[in-house]
């Protein structure tokens, strides 16, 4: 095949997989049925290098920015010779990425595909719990819920995906996610989307026959559904070409129950420069980092040097390549200045300290003794007080702790201060505890309250969430 002949058929295949997402359920397999296995290598070739999500495509209405975003059934090429059945937002696989700033008026309308009911959760957006996109916001098919909101926090990478009460991890595992990246304007960092601030939504899925497998044992509900393929983006060992010096990585563990020990095979350094909801007040040079289920982290990479090299970033608990790194013989020289990030809200001293503690009764997870019951408030929490919550894990497996509505602050990690750990060190909304561990967090709830609307706060492992982990507050 001549260089021409493979690009017109790369633009041929681009141009099928993008008018083949419009489709849904049986169109789709008609569509691949006709076009899919002439081309299915090119297709392959093609999703060796690394799938950059795109940004999703918004319009105005008034004041508002709007984003129309398309749950549906898709397929999906993870491997040659084989479309894969999947769930997808705007895409065959997770969903585009939504970029918004600070202040912007937002509405993004969440449209039903699926033959089964979801909900479509903003995770780590402050907005009003009605706004929330959790158990209580039900899409049923064919139908549209909205999410309409003023953007009221700093700069962040933060995500979506369902909520739906019982049925989130499976809805997730087949591939219902995506990134919402609240932009600001800081001209010191790597910014430019695609090319030198790369998104990488790092996920372990299992496959049979080349399909998802999502066929979780008790055992499995127990300990949370991991291993199989380490896919990034919907690419196995994906490769990216850079061109920059400074590489910045917006990481996402959007695995169900998978934990990642995060480094570079030849342990080279990089800036860690923020957490879930937030800069960090300075960046920190490392060598590797942790993120349990849910969890973000940004971090810079310096190739001067490098050129004409590759890196290997890793998950070294898996022993498997999360990224290989192509590293250009001429660096185009972009910004990074690591000091003076953000300054972090001092909060007074709380006025109400809450325990939660993690347990198992009659087969099911429960925080302080109880099980999810979505007709039960299990917490009331004043607006505006500052609050200390202490979360215990007693338990001989792990978890970690996500509260919707806000962020919080990681005070103390096991009796100690110094042991909360680098990437913690600013905003964050999920916290990792290991087997008997205990976390102090501060907490104070800004702008929104309701006293009939809901938010939730739960294990973020999958798995225990949809078997009762998870407890609900209002804020009055």
Not at 427 to 445: C, E, S
Request: proline fraction near 5%; include cysteine; charge should be neutral.
């Amino acid at each position: 095949m001549t260089r021409r002949n493979f690009l017109q058929k790369g633009l041929f295949v681009a141009s099928a997989i993008i008018e083949a997402n419009a489709f849904v359920g049986k169109e789709i397999e008609r569509f691949f049925e006709k076009y899919y296995h002439e081309y299915r290598n090119d297709i392959l070739l093609n999703k060796k290098f690394l799938p950059i999500p795109k940004t999703a495509y918004y319009r105005y209405e008034g004041e508002y920015k709007v984003f129309d975003m398309h749950i549906q059934e898709s397929l999906h090429p993870f491997f040659a010779g084989e479309m894969t059945k999947t769930y997808g937002i705007n895409s065959s696989y997770l969903g585009e990425t939504i970029v918004i700033k600070p202040d912007e008026k937002i509405k993004v309308n969440y449209i039903n595909h699926l033959k089964e009911p979801t909900t479509m959760h903003g995770h780590g957006m402050h907005v009003p719990a009605h706004m929330d996109g959790a158990v209580h916001q039900v899409i049923n098919p064919a139908s549209m819920w909205s999410a309409i909101f003023e953007v009221k926090q700093g700069a962040a990478t933060n995500w979506y995906h369902p909520h739906l009460m019982g049925e989130t991890a499976r809805q997730v595992y087949k591939g219902l996610a995506g990134l919402i990246i609240i932009e600001d304007d800081k001209s010191n960092l790597p910014r430019e989307y695609g090319i030198d601030d790369i998104p990488l939504i790092i996920q372990e899925r299992r496959f049979a026959f080349n399909q998802i497998d999502y066929s979780p044992s008790r055992r499995e509900i127990m300990h949370g559904y991991t291993g199989g393929e380490l896919v990034v983006n919907g690419s196995i060992a994906p490769k990216f070409q850079a061109s920059t010096r400074f590489l910045r990585l917006r990481l996402l563990n959007g695995s169900n129950a998978s934990i990642f020990h995060i480094r570079f095979k030849n342990n080279e350094k990089f800036y860690l420069i923020a957490g879930d909801n937030s800069y960090l007040p300075q960046a920190t040079k490392t060598t590797s980092l942790f993120l349990s289920p849910a969890e973000r982290a940004e971090i810079v990479v310096d190739l001067q040097g490098l050129e004409d090299n590759s890196l290997y970033l890793i998950d070294s608990l898996s022993k498997k390549e999360i990224l290989k790194i192509i590293v250009d013989k001429s660096l185009n020289q972009n910004s990074f200045e690591p000091n003076n990030l953000i300054e972090l809200e001092q909060i007074p001293k709380p006025r109400k300290t809450r325990i939660f503690r993690f347990g198992m009764r009659r087969m099911q997870f429960t925080i302080n003794n109880k099980s999810m019951d979505m007709n039960r408030i299990d917490e009331f929490i004043n607006l505006d007080e500052p609050e200390e919550w202490i979360i215990e894990n007693p338990m001989n497996m792990a978890h970690n702790f996500h509260m919707h509505a806000t962020h919080f602050r990681v005070i103390e990690r096991n009796g100690s201060k110094e042991r909360v750990m680098p990437w913690e060190r600013g905003y964050k909304d999920t916290v990792f505890l290991a087997p008997g561990d205990k976390v102090k967090i501060q907490v104070i709830m800004r702008d929104f309250a309701s006293a009939t609307d809901p938010y939730m706060y739960h294990c973020h492992f999958l798995e225990h969430e949809d078997n009762g982990m998870m407890g609900q507050f209002v804020v009055i």
